[in-house]
């Protein structure tokens, strides 16, 4: 049974920086796609980042290109979201996601790719 747990969420003012984390357990593949996706009030779930287990191979939404980066420990079975600059648009709901990845294919941002979700983490930035 997969689980991902998210923590690191918080309240921070514009400008500022948070850390998420996704714990992840119970794989069974060998490599995965793990994403980031969030969702504010009365807004549609959207795909914030993601990186494929197996190489490293990253993907972002447009909106936060060079402000967040996502990276994977192996070793802790852990992905992190560096959320930094952050504006009042960044404030969700943010959850963890994976899919199995066994072939390398490039990972994507459409919810209906992912088949395990965290109970996500609540981020707020303030103006």
């Known amino acids: 049974q997969v689980q991902l747990v998210e923590s690191g969420g918080g309240s921070v003012q514009a400008g500022g920086s948070l850390r998420l984390s996704c714990a992840a357990s119970?794989?069974?593949?060998?490599?995965?796609?793990i994403s980031w996706f969030r969702q504010a009030p009365g807004k549609e779930r959207e795909g914030v980042a993601g990186?494929?287990?197996?190489?490293?191979?990253?993907w972002y939404r447009d909106s936060v290109k060079g402000r967040f980066t996502i990276s994977q420990d192996n070793a802790k079975n852990t992905v992190y979201l560096q959320m930094n600059s952050l504006k009042s648009e960044d404030t969700a709901m943010y959850y963890c996601?994976?899919?199995?990845?066994?072939?390398?294919?490039?990972?994507?941002?459409?919810?209906?790719?992912?088949?395990?979700w965290g109970q996500g983490t609540q981020v707020t930035v303030s103006s």
């Open positions: 996601a994976a899919h199995g990845n066994l072939f390398g294919w490039q990972c994507g941002s459409a919810r209906t790719e992912y088949n395990y």
């Open positions: 119970g794989f069974t593949y060998s490599s995965y796609c």
């Open positions: 990186i494929y287990t197996g190489g490293g191979r990253t």
